[in-house]
């Protein structure tokens, strides 16, 4: 009996966002959890200028863990996406100077704009190839902290109170613009690019100074602004969504700040290996850790996800639990939550990309059998 083709899994990595560097140690993970009895690995990444580029997975694997040593060998071939619909929805890898590829299914390990956001989610639409996570719309939402925060709001699901600033009222009137800030989220306040991750570009403002510097850094990463109310002394809980139509979430765990900043910042996360605890599970009573797996899984709905997702939230020292945000291609490196939390929850790092890949292969055969004609 002759045995089963694997599967060509084409995982997609770098990109041109601020976040490219945790994207080669989040496909690292993923590269090295693929089960070779089931996939053969293709490793596609996009370098800082958007060319994508055929890489070597030795190179890939032994990534340094500090993402500024991380990098994509840029003497590689030339890759190209080529939509080739058939009844099994695949496509091919156009190589510069070699055989086209055959694709089953697309493993987008893609952080922030550009790979999270829904562009690279519509180029897979087009191409007709399954691919894992949310469609064009949950990623472009869950993205987007604005868009997301009002569709949070229109579910009634708790949330912190937040204003956005917008680049041409910021550059008109920015002490009205603060003034406005303040009477909204107070201080201490967060201030956050709306469309980025990683906590690039995040900062904590305890004053109007402060505020002003943390509003203008934003900026240089996106055209949008989040400023949102602190919780005093609130505890940082994080739970992972598996699943398409019917979702299922993980324990929660806790992430304990240790670091300078006093907060989960890109430098606590990545480059201070004392900079951040994770506490898995979290120290939570039955009832605490249950709600917040349920409203887990029903921010993942309201946020139309699909495959996966981490949802943060803050727990005031009240009780009082907000949704902090939505993270659609959550961080897969080997000190990331999602991954860990699947492992604390019973399903090894084999399994869960394993069960990634099953869901956009059956998310894809469900939407190939709709209608395309009247």
Not at 46 to 65: P, V, Y
Not at 126 to 134: E, F, I, Q, T
Not at 216 to 241: H, M, W
Not at 247 to 273: Q, V
Request: hydrophobic share 45%.
């Amino acid at each position: 009996m002759t045995a089963p083709r694997k599967l060509r899994v084409a995982v997609l990595f770098g990109g041109r966002s601020a976040e490219h560097e945790i994207s080669l140690l989040s496909a690292r993970f993923v590269v090295s959890a693929l089960d070779r009895d089931r996939f053969d690995p293709v490793l596609v990444g996009i370098d800082k200028s958007g060319r994508w580029l055929l890489q070597e997975e030795a190179l890939l694997l032994a990534a340094a863990r500090d993402p500024r040593l991380a990098k994509l060998n840029p003497d590689r071939p030339d890759v190209a996406l080529v939509a080739h619909p058939s009844e099994g929805g695949d496509a091919s890898l156009a190589i510069a100077g070699g055989p086209p590829t055959g694709l089953d299914v697309v493993f987008p390990v893609l952080h922030g704009p550009l790979g999270e956001d829904g562009c690279v989610q519509g180029l897979l639409e087009l191409a007709g190839v399954p691919y894992v996570g949310a469609g064009v719309l949950g990623s472009a939402v869950g993205m987007d902290k604005d868009v997301m925060k009002r569709l949070l709001a229109a579910a009634e699901l708790p949330m912190v109170p937040y204003r956005t600033i917008r680049r041409p009222a910021w550059d008109r009137a920015r002490d009205a613009e603060i003034t406005a800030a303040e009477a909204t989220a107070g201080y201490p306040s967060f201030v956050k690019p709306a469309n980025m991750g990683s906590s690039v570009g995040v900062s904590r403002a305890t004053s109007r100074e402060e505020l002003a510097r943390a509003v203008d850094l934003a900026f240089e990463y996106d055209t949008k602004v989040i400023v949102e109310q602190g919780v005093p002394n609130a505890r940082e809980v994080e739970c992972s969504v598996l699943g398409n139509d019917e979702p299922i979430a993980s324990i929660p765990g806790e992430i304990r700040i240790d670091h300078a900043d006093g907060f989960y910042s890109y430098a606590a996360k990545y480059l201070d290996e004392t900079g951040a605890t994770i506490r898995i599970p979290a120290d939570l009573s039955p009832a605490q850790a249950t709600a917040v797996q349920l409203l887990a899984i029903e921010t993942f709905r309201a946020l139309e996800c699909a495959g996966l997702a981490r949802v943060d939230f803050f727990l005031s020292p009240a009780g009082d639990l907000y949704v902090n945000e939505i993270n659609t291609l959550p961080g897969f490196t080997a000190i990331s939550m999602y991954p860990k939390l699947w492992e604390a929850s019973g399903v090894s790092a084999k399994e869960l990309v394993s069960r990634l890949v099953d869901l956009a292969i059956d998310r894809a055969a469900t939407r190939r059998k709709l209608k395309t004609t009247a």
